[in-house]
């Protein structure tokens, strides 16, 4: 790792002043960032450590709406007992990060501000229509999500918590790359007052997506057996030593029955 | 150069450190507590876990400067002078290691899994939640045994003299 100067944060504001010094980067969990900086593929100058700041933590249940801090740890959302009231798919997909050493100190803000292509959280909050809350304005996930590690937000921009209305049914499965542990397709089915949204992870070539193909036929029918038989186009899916991009097609349609099953269980 | 104040099984400590060292090198080096260990470096194999502030992680994906002010609970305070925890007792019992490299994290990625579980742990569930943990020689199974034992032990509140982990 090179050298780095490191700034604790006391308030988003301070932050945010923070955050202006030299080429600085955020720092939440640091599950991604401290391995990235160890093998050199990131050299901030800075590091403006949010960990600290408790107006960033926690899960909040109003009615149907739910709010996450973005500071609030994989372990936090996995084991929060509102959540797992109000959407046990979000905790359960939480559950699923990593391990639980990662999870005790990973964010949510964290991961979705990395947008890894195969991360669990941007399916989540694509098919949930959930909003980005920044310390500058409201992003829906729909413009968030923009690419591989490719994000709306602008430099020095901090995600302050994520929100959404709580879905009638939902359920996130993935298929796991068996030494990584990393989604090779992650499916998150989700049925609100909207209709039905479906987001793909671990499978685009240009990062999280919605899949036309898996709402169409599940806007009819929310049931497992109208996706039999069910084919998704290959174009535009990653194909690398992990899986092929017709494999990915053909895992997506199966995570896909096996989460509205789960969602209907 | 920052100043890492730290309290270490339950001494308070401090030193100073370049800002990127990583908690696990401050533990060995500043502090000469080298029961921690550094496996693949790359926060899979799990040899370096330790709790802070009651939680495990993975000391080679973490700051010493982003511990400081936190509580640490290393190998080395989790024995009450000769008084084995349950947990050491147990792996000692089960045969739960055989080269001993990934022990420490074991041990301390168990303790922190039995406190998570006051409910009672089966063996699905250990093995599942030892996902951060690597161990090349003993296949896992004492390992699992050993854990699921301690689990009992300390469900009864025979904890011994042995300190509670923080």
Known sequence: ?265 | MSEVSLTVNGKRVSGVAEDRTLLVHFLRENLGLTGTHVGCDTSQCGACVVHVDGKAVKSCTMLAVQASGSTVLTIEGLANGADLHPVQAAFKEHHGLQCGFCTPGMIMAATDMINRHPEGLDEATVRVELEGNICRCTGYHNIVKAILAASVTMSKGAKGKAKQAA
């Open chain 1, 1 to 265: 790792m090179y050298s780095v100067n490191y700034h604790r944060a006391a308030s988003v504001t301070d932050a945010a002043k923070l955050v202006k010094n030299g080429d600085a980067k955020l720092l939440s969990g640091g599950m991604t960032l401290i391995p990235a900086m160890k093998t050199r593929l990131a050299a901030p100058s800075d590091l403006v450590d949010l960990s600290r700041i408790k107006e960033l933590q926690g899960v909040k249940v109003s009615g149907k709406t739910i709010t996450i801090g973005g500071g609030t740890t994989h372990y936090e959302v996995a084991s929060d007992e509102k959540l797992k009231k109000a959407c046990p798919a979000l905790a359960h997909l939480a559950s699923l990060i990593g391990d639980p050493a990662v999870r005790h100190k990973g964010t949510i803000g964290g991961s979705i501000a990395n947008n890894d292509p195969a991360a669990d959280y941007p399916a989540a909050l694509l098919a949930l229509d959930g909003t980005i809350v920044t310390n500058k304005r409201e992003i829906a996930a729909d413009k968030f999500f923009k690419g591989l590690f490719e994000t709306a937000l602008k430099d020095g921009e901090i995600i302050t918590a994520v929100t959404f209305t709580a879905p009638a049914k939902a359920a996130y499965e993935k298929f796991r790359n068996p030494a990584s542990r990393y989604a090779i397709v992650g499916v998150f089915v989700a049925k609100g007052k909207d209709g039905v949204r479906a987001a793909v992870t671990g499978a685009g070539d240009d990062g999280v997506f919605r899949s036309k193909e898996i709402e169409a036929a599940l806007a009819k029918n929310f049931a497992a057996s109208v996706l039999d038989g069910m084919k998704v186009p290959a174009k535009n899916l990653m194909s690398d030593i992990h899986a092929s991009a017709d494999y990915r097609a053909n895992l997506i349609a199966v995570m896909a029955k096996r989460a509205v099953a789960a969602a209907n269980a």
